[in-house]
């Protein structure tokens, strides 16, 4: 390390500076504008040459810094702090292997809309194209993965190109921005007279959508017989709760929340239709899309899945999104806050209530009655080892209402879906648009450490399939090392999709070798992912019953200092119950 603490800590008084500070100093004060918070508030990432001044700096500087081990889980948790905030929060990797590992967590963020700052050290300029240590086009790299990447072309100009990264981050659709700064320019020095300081962007501007579209939606939703509401994730992170509960209970509208559009209205609400999902998709003729696209988690609106003629009310800020996969009959184009208030508006003024005693809310309130009642069966069954639906049954009994729930894994995420209710908005993160397995533990952290810095006292519970847990496993060392009272639940079932139980694996090993003969989806069976969490100081639990599992999630809850693993051993063959549709159904386009 060229450079010592020393000047960090001093660099402010001085009429020259060094840019380790320059980077720092200017996101702590970027955001000092909004009303939520005074700063960038988190930098998650691995040091190493060139950014472990960055990383010193931002500390001096008053961001919190929080070491991980892997970047791309640093770039997972990174990521969301901006879905749960609306502000971003910086990544911070070193070059080459490092930036690279991080492109998951920035395809994520980017597929999600989420917001999220890479910054990236890189090998020094003068050595470029010579084969610099870590040399990699960094900058090109990330553009697939970015809306904005970006190296700056001197000193002077860090900080506007910084304000850029973060005000491209934040307005218009959310994504991911990549800051490049070269190894270089991490110890050089620059006289701050000369530096372009820039002041920071205010919060996103917020547009209205167009009102003759707003009576062309109101017109159409008043003539519905089947209309629903779509509440997706874009509505959790335009904070448009208030909104549109008001416009569910003034209109009296049945609503289906996507994945992450969980909580936004609670799932006990009493118009929520969620456990009449398929059936809902199927038979609406209209639907307000508020904040969804209408991709494979909503098979892409088409049928066999959809209704051939039904007429969707899109709401979305990004005007690209209109129209994908159907015409919508009224295109909104604005801020969904904003634009529900609009609708409100006008139901208002000539009040409008879907009656509740219509053929539609029968047909859901049957399929919601016939789901549950089969779940439960499920979950009641007297067998050991346990399945899914046991497992979540007593899991749900016990979470507090106000939990952040983390979810992923195939069976462990969809069967825990239906049955781990969300109750506040923002409170669930999972594999997301991307299906990303391995987000689990990078998110909780990200989750826990806003907890525990807002002091609501709401706890984080991860839920993950053995295989996803895998993925970013070491990251339960990061939360004992700060302590984040986190409460890992691994359903653990012996493989991904599933596994086979510890006498098949043995007969196997003998029918030759593993590598050959074991089903590529099998994984240790029996794999003590508890003792992982107690090797770092955390509580672990092996859970083989119902009363096994109640008891280490009630001790779990009770401790706040430290994490919590629960390895859930069941059958390995347990499945979903028997849907519909199967996943993935192919539609007809
Ligand atoms: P889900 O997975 O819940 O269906 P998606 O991520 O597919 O949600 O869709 C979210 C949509 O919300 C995106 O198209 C995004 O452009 C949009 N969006 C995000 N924030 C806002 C906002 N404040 N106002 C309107 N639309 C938004
Ligand atoms: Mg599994």
Redesign the pocket.
């Known amino acids: 390390m060229n450079l010592r603490t020393h000047d960090i800590a001093i660099a402010s008084y001085f009429r020259f500076s060094v840019t380790s500070h320059l980077v720092p100093e200017f996101l702590a004060n970027i955001a000092h504008r909004w009303q939520e918070a005074e700063n960038v508030e988190y930098m998650f990432g691995i040091v190493g040459v060139p950014i472990m001044e960055v990383a010193m700096a931002a500390q001096a500087a008053g961001i919190k810094y929080v070491g991980m081990r892997n970047e791309q889980a640093a770039c997972y948790a990174a990521s969301a702090i901006g879905y749960l905030t609306g502000r971003p929060a910086v990544c911070l990797v070193v070059s080459g292997p490092g930036l690279i590992h991080a492109l998951g967590g920035m395809a994520n963020a980017n597929v999600?809309?989420w917001p999220v700052l890479v910054i990236g050290g890189s090998s020094d300029q003068n050595q470029e194209t010579m084969g610099a240590f870590q040399e990699f086009p960094q900058v090109e790299a990330c553009r697939l993965y970015s809306k904005f990447s970006a190296r700056p072309s001197s000193l002077e100009a860090i900080p506007s190109v910084i304000e850029k990264a973060l005000r491209s981050s934040i307005y218009g659709?959310?994504a991911s921005c990549y800051i490049d700064i070269s190894g270089d320019m991490v110890n050089a020095r620059v006289d701050r007279d000369t530096v372009r300081f820039v002041s920071c962007c205010p919060p996103p501007p917020v547009s209205l959508a167009e009102p003759t579209a707003i009576t062309e939606a109101v017109s159409v939703l008043r003539e519905a017989k089947r209309p629903l509401l779509i509440i997706?994730?874009?509505a959790a992170?335009?904070r448009a709760e208030r909104e549109i509960r008001e416009l569910v209970e003034l209109c009296g509208l049945p609503f289906l929340p996507?994945?992450?559009?969980k909580g936004v209205l609670p799932d006990d609400h009493a118009n929520c239709v969620a456990a009449a999902r398929s059936r809902a998709l199927l038979q609406a003729d209209v639907i307000v899309l508020l904040?969804?696209?209408l991709?494979w988690?909503?098979h892409f609106g088409l049928p066999p899945r959809f209704h051939p003629q039904v007429k969707v009310i899109q709401?979305?800020?990004?005007a690209e999104?209109m129209g994908n996969n159907v015409r919508p009959v009224a295109a909104l184009l604005?801020?969904?806050?904003a634009v529900v208030s609009q609708l409100l508006e006008c139901f208002r003024k000539e009040v409008w209530k879907y009656p509740s005693d219509t053929d539609w809310w029968k047909t859901l309130r049957e399929k919601m009655a016939a789901n549950a009642e089969i779940s439960k069966g499920l979950a009641l069954r007297p067998t050991l080892p346990m399945n899914y639906y046991m497992v979540f049954h007593h899991v749900a009994q016990l979470l507090p209402r106000n939990c952040v729930i983390v979810s992923e894994g195939a069976n462990t995420m969809d069967i825990g879906r239906t049955l781990l209710h969300n109750y506040l908005p923002r409170h669930r993160l999972d594999a997301?648009?991307f299906g990303t397995m391995g987000v689990g533990l990078g998110f909780a952290i990200a989750a826990a450490m806003l907890e525990r810095d807002r002091s609501n006292g709401q706890r984080v519970v991860c839920v993950e399939g053995d295989s996803a847990f895998g993925f970013s496993g070491m990251e339960v060392e990061t939360m004992c090392r700060y302590k984040l009272p986190v409460i890992i639940i691994v359903v653990n079932n012996n493989g991904i999709y599933s596994g086979v139980d510890a006498d098949t694996w043995r007969e196997m090993g003998k029918m030759g070798d593993l590598t050959t003969v074991a089903p590529p989806v099998t994984l240790l069976p029996d794999a003590r992912y508890d003792e992982v969490m107690a090797a770092f100081g955390g509580q672990g639990f092996l859970v083989q019953t119902p009363e096994e599992l109640r008891s280490a999630l009630e001790l779990s809850l009770e401790d706040c200092e430290r994490p919590s693993l629960l390895n859930v051993l069941i059958d390995p063959a347990s499945d979903r119950k028997q849907q519909d549709f199967p996943w993935l159904t192919r539609s007809n386009l």
């Not at 709401?315 to 990004?318: F, G, H, I, P, S």
């Not at 604005?334 to 806050?337: E, F």
């Open positions: 999600n809309c659709r959310p997706g994730k874009g992170y335009g996507t994945p992450m559009g904040g969804a696209r991709n988690i909503l709401v979305d800020l990004c999104e604005g801020d969904i806050r997301g648009t």
